[in-house]
C-alpha cells in the first residue's frame, strides 16, 4: 500500500486534498423545508476534517452548505481547510453589482475574506451574459475577494473559449465515473494545454456503485430514492441500462476483492488515476451516512494494470453517455434528477431584445455602437424567414476566443444562436450558413467546428477566403433559418 495523492496542488499556492467532501445533499436533506442545525452539521464536518480529508465543496443553491461551512471554518479548522463554492446565477442578464453582491453572499456566509475557489455555471451559452459574468469574477479576483476561479459544468468548447478570451482559470467541476466518460476525450486533452485540473463528482454514482446494488432488482425512479439516485439512475439507463450495470458491478467487485478494499473505492480510485484529474468529489449526507475511513482509504492504493484492464472493459461494454461535459443541464435528455431543468430554472429568456416593424418584420438588436452606425440588426424574422447578420467573435469591447480559430468560431457559433433564439427558432432550423476567413491556414480548424456543431444540421454552407474588416478577427459568419 502506498500513500498516492496526500494533496492536489489546483495552482500556485493554493493545495487540496484530492477527495472533496461534496455538499450537495444537503439541499436533499432540507429539501421538505427544514434546516440543519449548523453547530450541529459543522461539527459533523470536523470528523472528515480530522481525518485529513479538509476540502469542502458546494454551492450558493446548496440549502445551507454554505452556512455550516461557515460555522465549521469559524469553529474548528480556520485557514486549514479549503473551502470551494460555485455561483449559479439565473439564466438573465447581470450587472457587475449583482455579480459583486452574489460573491459578498457567499463571503459573508461562509465567514471569509476570500473565497477559494469560486467555481462558475453557465445556463445558456448563446447568451453573452455569462462572458459578463466571468469578466467582472475576474476582477474580483484581482480584488483579491477570490483566491481562485473554476468552471463547474462546462464543455470543451466554451472552456477553451475562457481561457484563450484571457479569464483565468484552475479547474473545472464536471460530472465523470465509470458511467460517464465524457470528460476523457477533448476535455482531458484541453485541461493537460491549458493546465487546469478537473474535479470529478459522480464518481459513485450516488451510491449506485456499491455492494448493494449487486443482483438487486431494478428500482422505479420516484421519491423512494435520493435525489442523487434519481440522478443517478437516468446515467444507468443512458449507459446501457440495469443489466449492463450490474455487469460492471460484477467486474468491479472482482477488483475490489483483488485491492482489499471497496466497490465505490475502486469506482473512484479509477476516476482519480486518469490524466488531468486533481480531485474527486464524494457526497456526504452529513448526520445521515458517513464513509469517512472508507474515503481515507482511497488514498492508501493504486490499480495495477490488471484491474485498470478489468474496469476498463466493463467500460467498453456500456454505451457511451452522449455529448460533452455539461450537456445534461442544456439540452435533452436532462440527465437531471427530475429529469428536466424545472428544479433549476423558471425560463431561459431570449439572449437580445426584439422590436417589431409595421412591416411585420422583428429586429433582434445586440445594442452594439456598430448596429446603429452602419444602420443593420444582428438578425431579422420576416415570416417564419430568419436572417441574421455577418457575426465575428467580438462582444462589446472584447474579442472572445483569442486568437485561436476554433475558439473564435464557437463564440460567433454562440453568437447566431442567440440572435435566432431571440426571433423564436433554434439551431436546428438553420438552412444554410456562410464563412468568411481570413488566412487559409485556419480553414480545417473551423471547418471541424462547423462540422461540430452543425452535424446533425447539415445546412447549406459557403465557405470563402476573404478580406476582413478589423485585424483582430479571423473569420465571420452569416446564418439563415426557417422557422417550421
Same mark, same amino acid.
Given at each position: ?17 484530492? /477527495? ?34 479538509? $476540502? ?24 486549514? $481547510? ?12 447581470? $450587472? ?39 469578466? %467582472?469574477?475576474? #476582477? ?86 435520493? %435525489? ?13 441500462? %440495469? ?50 475511513? #472508507? &474515503? ?14 478489468? /474496469? ?139 462540422? #461540430? ?7 447549406? &454552407? $459557403? ?22
Amino acid at each position: 500500500m502506498t500513500n498516492n495523492n496526500p494533496i492536489s496542488e489546483l495552482a500556485t499556492g493554493l493545495s487540496i486534498s484530492p /477527495v472533496l467532501t461534496g455538499l450537495w445533499q444537503v439541499a436533499d436533506l432540507e429539501r421538505d423545508g427544514s434546516t440543519l442545525n449548523p453547530d450541529t452539521a459543522a461539527l459533523a464536518l470536523k470528523q472528515y476534517f480530522d481525518a485529513g480529508l479538509t $476540502t469542502f465543496d458546494m454551492a450558493d443553491h446548496y440549502g445551507s452548505a454554505e452556512i455550516i461551512a461557515g460555522v465549521f471554518k469559524k469553529k474548528y479548522a480556520g485557514n486549514k $481547510t479549503q473551502l470551494l463554492t460555485k455561483w449559479v446565477p439565473t439564466p438573465s442578464k447581470v $450587472t457587475k453589482e449583482q455579480v459583486r453582491g452574489a460573491v459578498q453572499k457567499s463571503l459573508t456566509r461562509l465567514q471569509s475574506e476570500r473565497i477559494d475557489i469560486l467555481q462558475f455555471h453557465a445556463w445558456n451559452y448563446a447568451d453573452p451574459a455569462w462572458l459578463d459574468a466571468l469578466f %467582472w469574477l475576474q #476582477e474580483l479576483k484581482h480584488e483579491g475577494l477570490i483566491h481562485q476561479l473554476g468552471l463547474t459544468n462546462f464543455d470543451s468548447a466554451h472552456l477553451q473559449m475562457v481561457v484563450e478570451s484571457g479569464i483565468e482559470v484552475v479547474s473545472n467541476q464536471v460530472c465523470y465515473s465509470l458511467l460517464d466518460q465524457r470528460a476523457s476525450g477533448k476535455m482531458t486533452q484541453l485541461c493537460l494545454q491549458y493546465k487546469i485540473k478537473l474535479l470529478a463528482f459522480g464518481t459513485v454514482a450516488g451510491g449506485f456503485l456499491t455492494e448493494k446494488w449487486i443482483g438487486q432488482p431494478e428500482p422505479k425512479i420516484d421519491s423512494s430514492l435520493t %435525489w442523487s439516485q434519481m440522478k443517478y439512475k437516468r446515467f444507468i439507463d443512458a449507459a446501457g441500462g %440495469w443489466l449492463v450495470f450490474q455487469n460492471l458491478l460484477s467486474a468491479l467487485r472482482k477488483v475490489a476483492d483483488k485491492n482489499n478494499t471497496s466497490i465505490p473505492n475502486i469506482a473512484s480510485r479509477y476516476v482519480l488515476e486518469q490524466p488531468a484529474v486533481g480531485g474527486v468529489i464524494i457526497g456526504a449526507r452529513i448526520g445521515r451516512s458517513e464513509h469517512i475511513e #472508507e &474515503n481515507k482509504k482511497l488514498l492508501t492504493f493504486s490499480l495495477d494494470q490488471e484491474s485498470k484492464k478489468i /474496469v476498463k472493459e466493463a467500460i467498453d461494454q456500456m454505451t457511451k453517455i452522449a455529448g460533452d461535459c455539461g450537456d445534461e443541464y442544456r439540452r435533452p435528455p436532462f440527465l437531471t434528477a427530475s429529469g428536466d431543468l424545472s428544479h433549476h430554472v423558471d425560463v431561459v429568456p431570449p439572449p437580445y431584445a426584439c422590436h417589431s416593424g409595421s412591416d411585420g418584420r422583428v429586429k433582434a438588436l445586440s445594442g452594439t455602437s456598430w448596429e446603429e452606425l452602419a444602420g443593420f440588426s444582428r438578425a431579422v424574422r420576416k415570416g417564419n424567414h430568419i436572417f441574421v447578420s455577418g457575426s465575428t467573435a467580438t462582444h462589446e469591447s472584447k474579442l472572445i476566443g483569442g486568437n485561436n480559430p476554433e475558439a473564435q468560431m464557437n463564440f460567433v457559433i454562440d453568437k447566431l444562436e442567440g440572435a435566432i433564439q431571440s426571433l423564436g427558432g433554434t439551431l436546428q432550423q438553420v438552412v444554410r450558413t456562410r464563412i468568411y476567413i481570413k488566412n487559409l491556414s485556419d480553414w480545417e480548424a473551423i471547418a471541424r467546428v462547423h462540422g #461540430e456543431r452543425f452535424k446533425e444540421i447539415q445546412p447549406a &454552407n $459557403t465557405m470563402i477566403k476573404a478580406e476582413l474588416i478589423g485585424d483582430e478577427y479571423l473569420l465571420e459568419m452569416e446564418a439563415e433559418a426557417i422557422v417550421d
